[in-house]
């Protein structure tokens, strides 16, 4: 079994900062990557960051320049810091990380339970 847990997120005002961190764990091959999304009711769920074993990070538009995702390997987790924060920026936040639990089985993604984010105006 492979278990991912957020950690971090409440509520912040806006032009603030908060950071979150996430632990993978279990049984666990390789990661390939790990990510943070967020999704707000109604809309799809929205690429924030992911950063592979390689350190090749991508962000998405509206975060790039803000916030900043960084990896441990050794230790499986991620965190993000977000800084400049707007009121744009509330939704449930969720970390995965794109892993093979085997050599023998195919990678997937394993995703946690979120943590909210919630920015004042």
């Known amino acids: 079994q492979v278990q991912v847990v957020e950690y971090g997120g409440g509520l912040v005002q806006s032009g603030g900062s908060l950071g979150l961190s996430c632990v993978v764990s279990?049984?666990?091959?390789?990661?390939?990557?790990m990510a943070w999304h967020r999704q707000v009711p109604g809309n799809e769920r929205e690429l924030v960051a992911r950063?592979?074993?390689?350190?090749?990070?991508n962000y998405g538009r509206s975060v790039e320049g803000r916030f900043t995702i960084s990896r441990d390997n050794d230790k499986n987790t991620v965190a993000l810091q977000m800084n400049s924060l707007k009121p744009e920026d509330t939704a449930v936040y969720y970390c995965?990380?794109?892993?093979?639990?085997?050599?023998?089985?195919?990678?997937?993604?394993?995703w946690g339970r979120g943590t909210q984010v919630t920015v004042s105006s």
């Open positions: 995965s990380g794109l892993l093979r639990s085997t050599p023998f089985t195919a990678t997937r993604e394993y």
């Open positions: 279990g049984r666990i091959y390789d990661i390939t990557s």
């Open positions: 950063i592979t074993n390689g350190d090749i990070i």
